[in-house]
């Protein structure tokens, strides 16, 4: 019995240059943020320290 080929959604016309732009222009502004030396570390982020913590409890995540 075989399942049938779900459809993935596609961006087109102004959607998907708007996307691209947008994409773009972020990975322009890491790109400077980078060479500038200005990108903070993560592991220190109170945000992402709760979102491991939480993730530590949970029994299908092995860390």
């Known amino acids: 019995m075989s399942r049938p080929i779900k459809e993935l959604p596609t961006l087109t016309g102004e959607a998907a240059a708007n996307f691209l732009k947008r994409a773009d222009a972020a990975e322009r502004r890491y790109k400077e ?3 500038a030396g200005t990108l903070r570390d993560i592991t220190k ?3 992402y320290i709760s979102m491991k913590k939480i993730l530590k409890n949970q ?3 092995k860390n």
């Open 33 to 35: 943020r980078k060479e």
């Open 45 to 47: 982020d109170p945000g």
């Open 59 to 61: 029994t299908y995540i």
